[in-house]
């Protein structure tokens, strides 16, 4: 069963608000993923966790913040965003980063305004 | 640097009709992966296809099919037999093997509409 989830489906914010989304897998993988899509672009990597450790930072702005709990959790923490933050949030996860053979499997996404 | 291209930013076919998206790709490395990824209207991007660079065997799987041509650095991806569900972006990934950080690096992606 190849299931990444995401919460909320939708998300409209101003710009002061503080929100976060949150995003699960139950398929034991070790690696997870924050990528951004804006409209008509493709995916672009944000962050990636590993073994619950951050590993890869893209040079992502400080207004958003990943948090990892535990293996089958990813949160991306929102404050302060700007109106071209306004995007698809995909999450993805895959058995291990090592090597870079590892399949990413996707959730649905968060579609995110930012007012 | 590694760097995938999707010449084709839209195709247009009528049902039934067969229809290749083209995929060339460029990387230092000897080892790395190249996949296919579909993205229907609801946003969730679909595994396809994963194939390693040592791997040039052709593949088919129902009306899928993938052409695997290191020569040409290309990996072309057919639908025989095109269906209105197969409308969606398509994007070739490649992914750098590498000790740590498996990053993959999308093509722009191709919009297949598929007309009844």
């Known amino acids: 069963d190849t299931e990444v989830t995401q919460t909320p489906k939708h998300l409209v914010m101003g710009m002061t608000n503080k929100k976060s989304l949150k995003c699960e897998q139950h398929?034991?993988?070790?690696?997870m993923y924050w990528y951004k899509q804006k409209a008509k672009k493709p995916p672009e990597l944000m962050f990636v966790y590993s073994y619950e450790k951050l590993s890869i930072n893209e040079s992502v702005p400080s207004r958003f913040s990943p948090e990892c709990p535990n293996s089958s959790l990813l949160n991306l923490h929102l404050h302060a965003l700007q109106p071209e933050d306004s995007a698809l949030y995909l999450c993805?996860?895959?058995?291990?980063?090592?090597?870079?053979?590892?399949?990413?499997?996707f959730g649905p996404g968060t579609r995110l305004t930012v007012l | 640097a590694q760097k995938v291209t999707q010449a084709q930013t839209e195709i247009s076919v009528v049902e039934k009709e067969d229809v290749t998206l083209d995929c060339v790709y460029e990387?230092?490395?000897?080892?790395?992966?190249l996949f296919w990824y579909k993205q229907p209207p609801s946003g969730e991007l679909v595994f396809l296809i994963r194939?390693?660079?040592?791997?040039?065997q052709n593949e088919i799987s129902g009306r899928y099919s993938w052409n695997f041509q290191k020569s040409t650095s290309s990996f072309n991806f057919t639908i025989t037999a095109s269906q209105v569900v197969d409308s969606a972006v398509y994007f070739c990934a490649l992914s750098e093997a590498r000790e740590y950080g498996n990053k993959l690096v999308f093509g722009a992606g191709t919009i297949l509409r598929v007309k009844s």
């Open positions: 194939r390693n660079s040592f791997d040039e």
């Open positions: 993805a996860s895959s058995q291990t980063e090592a090597g870079g053979t590892d399949t990413q499997y």
């Open positions: 398929m034991g993988h070790r690696a």
């Open positions: 990387t230092r490395d000897t080892t790395y992966y």
